[in-house]
C-alpha cells in the first residue's frame, strides 16, 4: 500500500469520525430541545383569600419557568380551599399530559391518593409551601416550625413584664394543613410555662371570619380585662381578630406572618405587633427550578437539595428549608421594601401617612 492510499484512508477515517461526533451532538442537541419543548407542568395552588397565591407565588412561580423553558406548558388551577376541587384538578392537569405538578395542597392528608396517582402514572410532584403526604419528588418551604419560634418570641417580647398579669388567646392555623400544626408546635416551644394561655382554637380554612368569631367568643369568655395578648399564626387571622379587638376597645400584642401589606400597615398603626416576612420569589424560583429539571428528565441539581424531610405519610423527601424574617415596625423598609414585595408608596397611602413618618418611611 502507498503512502498516498494511506494518508488518504486515514483522512477518510478523521472525516468519518467527526461526523460521527457531529451527528452524536446534534443528537444531544435535539434530544435537549425535545426535552425543553415537552416541559409541561400544571400548578395547583389552595386558595386566593390569603393575597400571596394571585399577587406573588404564581406570577413568580410562571415566570422563572418562561425564563428557563420558554416553551413550556403551564397549567394554573386554585382549589378555593376544596380538597375536592384539587383532587378534581390534579386529575385534569394529569390528562391533559403535565409531566410535573407543583402542589400547595389544601388538604395535605386528603392529597395523597392523587399524589400516589401522579407517581404511578410517571409524573413528578414537587410540593410547594406545604408537604403533601405520599411519594412527593421534592419540596420547598420555609423552616415552618421557626416560624412559630419567631412567633412565639416576638409575643413574649412584646408583653414583656405584663406576661404575667392574664391569659393569651392562640389562633393556630387550619388543621388540614402541616404546616399549621408545625407554627404550633413552635410557639408552643417558646410560650409553654412562659405565659397563660386562656384559649387555644385551630382555625378551619384560614378562615379571618372565623378568627374573628373565634376572638370575639374568647373575649367574652376570658374578660377583655384579662386578655394580655393574642398569638395569630398568620396575617389573614390577624385581619379578622384585630377588627375583633377594635370592637371591644383593645389593642394588645398581636403576631401575624406571610407579610401582607394590610397586616404592614396594621404594624405601623400599633394594632399588629409583627408579621412573619417568608420572601416568596426564594421560594418560587426554587420549586420553578425543581419542575423544569424534572420536566426535563434531570436529576436535581444538588443545591436545590440540601436537606430532606419526612411527610406526613413517611416518605423522606429531597428539600430546600428557607429561612424566615420578622418584621416589625422598625425594619420594614429593610425587609418587605427592600425584598420588593411593596413600594413605599403602596404602603403610606393617605391613611397611614402619619404612622410612616414616624416609623422613618416617609
Not at 395552588?45 to 419557568?65: C, G, M, N, V
Amino acid at each position: 500500500m502507498t503512502r498516498t492510499v494511506r494518508a488518504a484512508i486515514a483522512l477518510a477515517g478523521t472525516a468519518a469520525l467527526s461526523l460521527g461526533v457531529l451527528a452524536t451532538t446534534a443528537a444531544q442537541a435535539t434530544d435537549e430541545a425535545a426535552a425543553r419543548q415537552d416541559v409541561k407542568i400544571g400548578l395547583l395552588l389552595p386558595e386566593s383569600k390569603t393575597t400571596r397565591y394571585e399577587k406573588f407565588d404564581r406570577p413568580y412561580i410562571e415566570a422563572k419557568i418562561k425564563e428557563l423553558a420558554p416553551g413550556a406548558q403551564i397549567d394554573y388551577y386554585n382549589a378555593a380551599e376544596s380538597a375536592t376541587t384539587q383532587q378534581q384538578q390534579v386529575n385534569t392537569a394529569l390528562a391533559k399530559g403535565d409531566k410535573v405538578l407543583i402542589l400547595d395542597a389544601v388538604d395535605a392528608k386528603s392529597i395523597q391518593s392523587s399524589v400516589e396517582k401522579a407517581n404511578k402514572a410517571g409524573v413528578k410532584v414537587v410540593a410547594y409551601d406545604r408537604l403533601a403526604q405520599g411519594p412527593v419528588d421534592a419540596y420547598v418551604s420555609y423552616d415552618n416550625r421557626k416560624v412559630g419560634e419567631l412567633q412565639g418570641r416576638a409575643l413574649l417580647d412584646a408583653l414583656g413584664d405584663k406576661a404575667d398579669d392574664g391569659e393569651i388567646v392562640m389562633h393556630n392555623g387550619s388543621p388540614t394543613d402541616p404546616n399549621a400544626a408545625e407554627f404550633k408546635a413552635g410557639a408552643h416551644s417558646v410560650l409553654d410555662g412562659k405565659v397563660k394561655i386562656g384559649k387555644e382554637y385551630d382555625t378551619p380554612n384560614w378562615d379571618p371570619n372565623n378568627a374573628n368569631q373565634q376572638m370575639s367568643g374568647a373575649i367574652s369568655a376570658l374578660g377583655k380585662d384579662r386578655i394580655v395578648g393574642v398569638y395569630s399564626a398568620n396575617d389573614g387571622l390577624a385581619a379578622g381578630i384585630a377588627t375583633a379587638l377594635k370592637a371591644a376597645g383593645m389593642n394588645v400584642p398581636l403576631t401575624g406572618q406571610d407579610a401582607q401589606l394590610d397586616a404592614i400597615q396594621r404594624i405601623l398603626l400599633g394594632t399588629q405587633t409583627i408579621t412573619v416576612e417568608k420572601p416568596y420569589k426564594p421560594e418560587a424560583d426554587i420549586a420553578a427550578r425543581m419542575a423544569v429539571e424534572l420536566a426535563e428528565g434531570k436529576p436535581l441539581s444538588k443545591d436545590l437539595t440540601p436537606t430532606t424531610v419526612t411527610s406526613g405519610s413517611g416518605q423522606k423527601v429531597p428539600a430546600t428549608l428557607l429561612t424566615p424574617v420578622v418584621v416589625n415596625k422598625d425594619n420594614i423598609k429593610d425587609t418587605v421594601v427592600k425584598d420588593g414585595l411593596y413600594t413605599v408608596q403602596e404602603i403610606c397611602t393617605p391613611a397611614y401617612a402619619d404612622a410612616c413618618k414616624k416609623a422613618g418611611l416617609q
